[in-house]
């Protein structure tokens, strides 16, 4: 995974180059296509680092605290230090198309319905 960074609103580009998010459908379960429920990872495209479902499906629910990042430039900004909420980022199922990009960030109050990712790096048992 070394290497590899993206600084576009998907994985797999920028939204200005797909402008009627076609192709969001290769990648993410969303409110347009998800039949309004959940799917098994894996019936989508990858993201760069060989990741599937990081885009919608589910949330997924951060070690970041909900907060405002500090202002300017950042690569892989982190929260505020402490805080009343987590993280949920990813949209999922029932998430329109502009909040499963990259950088959608949200508070992960009860009413959401976040879910886990659990990666196991290559070597690892």
Not at 7 to 18: I, V
Not at 25 to 43: I, K, L, R
Request: charged residues 20%; negative net charge.
């Amino acid at each position: 995974m070394t290497g590899k960074w993206t600084s576009t609103r998907f994985s797999y580009g920028d939204d200005g180059e797909d402008p009627g998010y076609t192709n969001l459908t290769a990648y993410a379960w969303y409110w347009d296509n998800s039949d309004d429920q959940t799917h098994s990872v894996g019936q989508k495209l990858p993201n760069p680092w060989g990741l599937y479902d990081m885009h919608g499906n589910v949330y997924e629910y951060c070690q970041d605290w909900f907060g405002d990042y500090p202002g300017g430039f950042a690569v892989d900004p982190q929260g505020p230090a402490t805080g009343s909420e987590r993280v949920i980022r990813g949209g999922r199922f029932r998430s329109g198309e502009g909040d499963c990009r990259s950088a959608g960030r949200y508070p992960g109050g009860g009413y959401h319905i976040p879910g886990f990712r659990v990666v196991l790096a290559p070597g690892q048992p």
